[in-house]
């Protein structure tokens, strides 16, 4: 299957400083991306949709100052967020579709301390 | 009513027997499903998808569809403790958000030896 790379794995990071996570696709091109956002035991939570050469699309709830979503090319969207507190702390997801599959990266484990 | 809903468990079945999960969605115009499993602390993985109505059969697990009653499941056979995780349902939205898939809560599994 087609293989999404999703770096860092994980980040520790001081309250109020920011983090940015990198989503590739590697063997394939595509031009939208979803980030989700899942707390411990919960499901995943699409925050949202990263479109290449325009805005991103978020869903409602999330702040779209904070988390802010970059989508320069065919095969990078990045995921910065922004002045991090640790009620962010969260599992981060992103991931591509290709014809009818969902492929996910691994996954960022953030801490905000 | 949640878009998407299953049962949170904790389901529990013995070594060798069939686990079978299940999920029910709002959307009747939805079309596609996925069942996804997870592991902890790491991204979901595709097990299968469904799109028509009936029973599609990949090795030890069937996914079955039913448009009419909205609902949509998993049969695993013969489980094993390598199948213990958490099991996603998900569906897919069209149109304009075309790829956003809208995640139920999950239900956990165990299988016990």
């Known amino acids: 299957g087609a293989v999404v790379s999703q770096h860092p794995s994980w980040v520790i990071c001081k309250s109020g400083t920011s983090v940015k996570i990198e989503c590739r696709s590697l063997?394939?091109?595509?031009?939208?991306m979803f980030w989700y956002r899942q707390f411990p035991k919960q499901s995943l939570m699409l925050m949202a949709t990263s479109n290449e050469g325009s805005k991103a699309t978020y869903e409602q709830g999330v702040e779209k100052d904070k988390f802010l979503i970059n989508h320069a090319s065919l095969t990078l969207s990045t995921l910065t967020v922004t002045s991090a507190h640790p009620e962010d702390s969260s599992f981060y997801i992103c991931s591509a579709r290709l014809r009818f599959e969902a492929f996910f990266g691994q996954g960022t484990r953030l801490t905000v301390v | 009513q949640k878009e998407v809903e299953q049962n949170s468990g904790p389901l529990s079945v013995p070594e060798g027997a069939i686990a079978s999960l299940n999920c029910t969605y709002s959307?009747?115009?939805?079309?596609?499903f996925f069942w996804y499993r997870q592991y902890s602390g790491k991204s979901p993985e595709l097990i299968m998808f469904i799109y028509s109505n009936g029973d599609k059969e990949d090795g030890r697990f069937t996914a079955q569809l039913n448009k009419a009653s909205q609902y949509v499941s998993l049969l695993i056979r013969d489980s094993q403790p390598s199948d213990s995780a958490t099991y996603l349902c998900?569906?897919?939205?069209?149109?304009?958000?075309?790829?956003?898939?809208?995640f139920g809560q999950g239900t956990i599994l165990t299988v016990h030896p």
């Open positions: 063997d394939f091109q595509a031009t939208t």
């Open positions: 959307d009747r115009g939805s079309q596609s």
């Open positions: 998900a569906r897919i939205a069209g149109g304009t958000s075309y790829g956003k898939l809208t």
